[in-house]
């Protein structure tokens, strides 16, 4: 006897996303619930393909239609990334969100992180982007290796990014010689990297994330006033004296009115693969303490491995390189997180939408 699929859209009616505490329908995933004889058949639409509880909405949904009175259960789970950007109305117009990971000093791992962040966004099933704003210090060419496809252009057309590990990138290091020192003053970064933002072609992208240099200088300034940053990803190290920078960071961020979506504690504790013991060489906790001081979110602890060390300089970031591996794994779910994080400022609930770049006035 067919079951009432009335009954089984008030259950899925009683589904709740912890992302946003309401419920999947009011939320608009639900697109649709019907029933083929007894079984169920479900389609949803998500946030992002990176979202945080993805696996346990998929079974919270499953036991709901067999609560209903469902004896199969046929899901199908689509996503669509959200976005506040006006289609055709800003810059980067296929772009529909803005990763800024930034650092208050250097040596923190945060070109590491921005690397793996967007090749796990990738994974996820997320299209994606990597902009090297690192200007005196591009590392993202050695950690990415050889390019799948090699960056161009031809006469009177845009740059077209090269293409690694299927995430389109641009760097400065692609266009300067190898060893050969970036000697330029502020007028000149602010040039470059409008040419990156307005002279490449980067087509439809999810998310793109931007690796900053570190401190809170010309470069992070021309990006905050040329585009609007969706929101910023602030990596740290444990002892004191990088989490000191770190408040700098946010203040910035703060001041050019651009969300935090939280802290990275990079290199956090160190496992000896030989006996398993746990060596806190640069203390632990630290960037976990201060995102709670600063009332932003702690998106994870990423350990010191050579794996990670290893992946970045043969050019097979551990994510891809190690895709079984426990810091795979670690990446994976900060994405997730962020990803999360950037679907609660688009979604309901986030605020008005997104500020126009260029209108923040730096005093």
């Not at 067999?66 to 046929?74: I, L, R, T, Y």
């Amino acid at each position: 006897m067919p079951f009432d699929v009335e009954k089984l859209r008030a259950a899925l009616a009683k589904v709740q996303d912890p992302l946003f505490g309401k419920d999947i329908v009011a939320l608009g995933y639900l697109k649709e619930a019907l029933g083929d004889g007894d079984k169920a058949v479900i389609k949803l639409k998500l946030p992002t393909p990176a979202h945080p509880h993805k696996d346990e909405l998929e079974k919270a949904v499953r036991e709901a239609a067999k609560a209903a009175g469902a004896s199969e259960v046929k899901l199908d789970v689509e996503a669509e990334v959200t976005t506040k950007l006006k289609p055709g109305g800003d810059k980067l117009a296929g772009v529909k969100n803005i990763i800024a990971v930034a650092a208050g000093k250097g040596g923190v791992g945060k070109s590491t992180v921005a690397t793996n962040l967007a090749l796990a966004l990738r994974q996820h099933g997320a299209t994606v982007g990597l902009l090297d704003a690192d200007v005196y210090g591009p590392s993202v060419p050695t950690m990415l290796g050889e390019p799948d496809v090699p960056p161009g252009q031809k006469a009177g057309e845009k740059i077209t990014p090269s293409v690694h590990w299927g995430i389109k990138v641009i760097s400065v290091g692609f266009f300067v010689e190898r060893d050969g020192a970036v000697v330029w003053r502020g007028p000149m970064i602010h040039k470059l990297l409008q040419q990156f933002i307005e002279d490449v072609d980067w087509g439809s992208v999810d998310y793109l994330v931007i690796d900053l240099p570190p401190g809170t200088g010309d470069a992070q300034l021309s990006l905050s006033q040329l585009i609007p940053i969706t929101g910023s990803v602030v990596v740290t190290t444990p002892q004191e004296i990088a989490l000191i920078d770190v408040v700098k960071a946010v203040s910035m961020f703060k001041k050019v009115e651009i969300p935090v979506l939280g802290v990275v504690e990079n290199m956090s504790y160190y496992t000896c693969p030989a006996c398993g013991h746990h060596d806190e060489i640069f203390a632990r906790g630290g960037g976990k303490k201060l995102a709670a001081e600063l009332g932003t979110v702690f998106l994870g602890e990423v350990p010191i491995d050579a794996k990670v060390r290893h992946g970045g300089d043969s050019g097979r970031p551990v994510v891809v390189g190690a895709p079984e591996s426990e810091h795979a794994k670690i990446f994976m779910q900060l994405a997730a997180k962020v990803a999360g994080e950037i679907a609660k400022i688009n979604g309901p609930g986030g605020g008005t939408g997104r500020r126009a770049a260029g209108l923040v006035q730096i005093r």
